[in-house]
Nanobody
Framework: QVQLAESGGGLVQAGGSLSLSCAYS????????MGWWSQAPGKQREFVAT???????NYADSVKGRFTISRDNAKNTVYLQMNSLKAEDTAVYYC????????WGQGTQVTVSS
């Protein structure tokens, strides 16, 4: 059974930074594309970023230049470094397995105060 566990969410001022982590439990982590998605209250879950097993990245236009996704295959962990945070970034952030997600973590709350 694949499990994903996010951590690192919290409250931060606009313009500040947060780092999220996602620990993967399962097999063949290095072959999987991993991603981050966000969901604000009353909104659909939205794509944030993905990273392939080889390290190629893709970002939503809204976070380009501000967020960085990375991974450490030796630690089975994917990260999201969030800089220059805006109030509109406030959401629950979910870690996901797959370019089209097949597994999700439980989410971690990110709140950006303006």
């Amino acid at each position: 059974q694949v499990q994903l566990a996010e951590s690192g969410g919290g409250l931060v001022q606009a313009g500040g930074s947060l780092s999220l982590s996602c620990a993967y439990s399962g097999s063949l982590f290095r072959f999987h594309t991993m991603g981050w998605w966000s969901q604000a209250p009353g909104k659909q879950r939205e794509f944030v970023a993905t990273i392939t097993g080889g390290g190629s990245t893709n970002y939503a236009d809204s976070v380009k230049g501000r967020f960085t996704i990375s991974r450490d295959n030796a630690k089975n962990t994917v990260y999201l470094q969030m800089n220059s945070l805006k109030a509109e970034d406030t959401a629950v952030y979910y870690c996901a397995l797959g370019s089209t997600p097949t597994y999700w973590g439980q989410g971690t709350q990110v709140t950006v105060s303006s």
